[in-house]
């Protein structure tokens, strides 16, 4: 006689649809960034310079905001933005990437990401819930 078996196997569990965990993935990031202009907005625009951490956070925020342009899954909630701003993401972003602080001015990314950013954030997340 044969021994019944020491375990039953369960179903397998279904794989995560792809585009949620996108959608998931799309709005941590969303909520990172926000919070990174919280940081920012919180030191005044005549103190805001290169030296100061929250510089560092202003552009890395520009750069993980360009970097959603680049990813085909984003592309679709991409289409809230206009042509200009996304241009003008891509520009902010090479700028800090590549060209290095001294090229950038202060003044323009303080009002960027304390002013323009919120509202892109808010028509993402806006682009996000139409689609669910």
Known sequence: MSEPASFTPRPRASKRH???????????ELDVITRRVERVT???????????????????MIIR????????????YMDAL??????????????????????????????????NVPDMIERLRTAVQADR
Not at 87 to 104: E, F, V
Request: hydrophobic share 35%; glycine share 4%; aromatic share 10%.
């Open 82 to 115: 206009s042509s200009v701003e996304k241009r003008a993401l891509r520009t902010a972003r090479n700028i800090a990437a590549h060209s290095g602080y001294q090229s950038m001015d202060d003044k323009l990314l303080w009002t960027a990401v304390t002013r």
């Open 65 to 76: 905001l360009a970097g959603f342009l680049e990813r085909e899954a984003y592309a679709p």
């Open 18 to 28: 792809t585009p949620s965990f996108d959608t998931d993935n799309f709005l941590r």
């Open 42 to 60: 919180g030191v005044p625009a005549e103190t805001f310079n290169a030296d100061c951490p929250e510089y560092d956070s202003a552009c890395m």
